[in-house]
C-alpha cells in the first residue's frame, strides 16, 4: 500500500513537473523546485551552520546550495545533468553573492564522491533514495540527510514533518513530507563493561544487533539475562536494559558516545529517588555487522 502510494506520487510529480517546466532536468527524474519554505525548513531541520558541508544530489537552479550558504554560512556543492538548470544555478549564486562558497557541477549524482559532505539533500525518487542509502550508511557518523517528498524505505527517518505548502502542485499537492536521519556510528558486537554499584563491581555484557540507527539484543548484569533496546544518533548512544532480578523488573538506562571500540558515559541504575547516576564505559570485544535490510536494492 505505502509502496503504490509512493510510485502514484512519483508518477503525478514526473507528469505535472514534465508539463510545468520548460527545462524538464536530464538523467533518473525530472525537474520540480522544491518550494522555498520548504528548502529552509528542510535547512534548520539537517540543523546546516557554517562548518557545514552540503550536497545536494540534483540540484535544479541551486536554490538548496544557495540558501544553506546564505542564510546558514555553509559551504556546498550541487550536481546535476542538466547544463540549462546548472547554468541557472551559477547566475541565481553570482545575484545572491555566494559564488566563494558553492560550486556546481555536472555529474551524474550516483557517481559523486559523497565522503567529505556533512549533509546530504534530495528531492529524487523513492528508488533513488534506495540506491543511494548504502553509499550513505557510510559516511562519517553524525552526518546528516534531509530528503523532500521522498524517504529511505527500511530506514526509517530520525525525524519527519508534513508542511502544507499551497503552492506545491506536484506529488501531492499543497503537502510537503520531509524527512531528516543522521547516520549512525556502527555499534553492532559484544560489549563488555564493569560498574560499581553499592561498592560492588557488577559485570555487564551487551550484545547489539544493529539495524540502521536502532539497536537490540541481550544483556547480562552480573548473574541477571534481561534485553538491551536503544538507539544511535551519529556517535552518541542511548539505550535501557530490563530484566528481572529476585522477583523484580530492573532497569538501567545508559548513555553516551562512541568511539572506535570503546563507549565512555553515564548510566543510571533504579527508579525514582533511589535512582543513581554513575560513570560507565564499556569495550567492544567482538565487532558485529549491520542487520542487512530487506529492501536493500541488488549492487550494480
Ligand atoms: C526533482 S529535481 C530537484 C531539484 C532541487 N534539488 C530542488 O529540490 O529544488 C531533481 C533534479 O535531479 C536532476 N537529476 C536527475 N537525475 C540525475 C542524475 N542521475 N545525476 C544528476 N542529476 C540528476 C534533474 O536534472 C533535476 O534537476
Known amino acids: 500500500m505505502k509502496a503504490m502510494k509512493q510510485s502514484l506520487l512519483a508518477l503525478c510529480m514526473a507528469v505535472v513537473a514534465a508539463t510545468a517546466h520548460a527545462q524538464t532536468g536530464v538523467g533518473d527524474v525530472v525537474y520540480v523546485p522544491t518550494p522555498q519554505l520548504v528548502v529552509d ?21 541551486g536554490r ?21 538548470l ?10 545572491e553573492g555566494v559564488t566563494d562558497r558553492v560550486t556546481f557541477r555536472e555529474q551524474n549524482l550516483f557517481e559523486t564522491d559523497i565522503s567529505a559532505a556533512t549533509v546530504v539533500s534530495t528531492y529524487l525518487l523513492p528508488e533513488m533514495n534506495l540506491r543511494l542509502r548504502s553509499k550513505i550508511m557510510k559516511l562519517k557518523p553524525g552526518t546528516r540527510v534531509v530528503a523532500h517528498d521522498y524517504s529511505m524505505g527500511d530506514w526509517y527517518p530520525d525525524e519527519q514533518k508534513t508542511l502544507i505548502v499551497p503552492e506545491k502542485k506536484v506529488g501531492n499537492p499543497g503537502i510537503s513530507y520531509i524527512f531528516h536521519w543522521v547516520v549512525p ?41 534481561g534485553e ?20 523484580k523488573i530492573v532497569r538501567h538506562e545508559f548513555e553516551g558516545r562512541l568511539a572506535g571500540e570503546t563507549i565512555t558515559g553515564l548510566a543510571r541504575i533504579g527508579e525514582g529517588a533511589g535512582a543513581k547516576q554513575v560513570a560507565w564505559n564499556a569495550k567492544r570485544i567482538k565487532r558485529g555487522d549491520l542487520v542487512r535490510a530487506q529492501d536493500e536494492p541488488e549492487a550494480k
Open 64 to 84: 538548496f546550495v544557495i540558501t544553506a550558504a546564505k542564510k546558514h554560512g555553509a559551504k556546498a556543492l550541487g550536481v546535476d545533468l542538466d547544463t540549462f
Open 228 to 247: 538491551m533496546r536503544g538507539k544511535m544518533n551519529g556517535e552518541n548512544i542511548r539505550f535501557t536494559i530490563t530484566g528481572k532480578a529476585a522477583q
Open 41 to 61: 525548513e528542510m535547512l534548520l531541520m539537517g540543523k546546516v551552520n557554517k562548518n557545514d558541508y552540503l550536497i545536494d544530489l540534483g540540484s535544479g537552479d
Open 185 to 225: 556510528a556502527l555499534a553492532a558486537g559484544v560489549w563488555q563493561s564493569t560498574l560499581n554499584i553499592d561498592g560492588k563491581d557488577v559485570p555487564y555484557e551487551f550484545t547489539m544487533e544493529q539495524f540502521f540507527q536502532n539497536i537490540d539484543g541481550p544483556a547480562r548484569a552480573g548473574g541477571v539475562t
Open 86 to 95: 546548472l547554468k541557472m544555478a551559477n547566475e541565481n549564486a553570482r545575484k
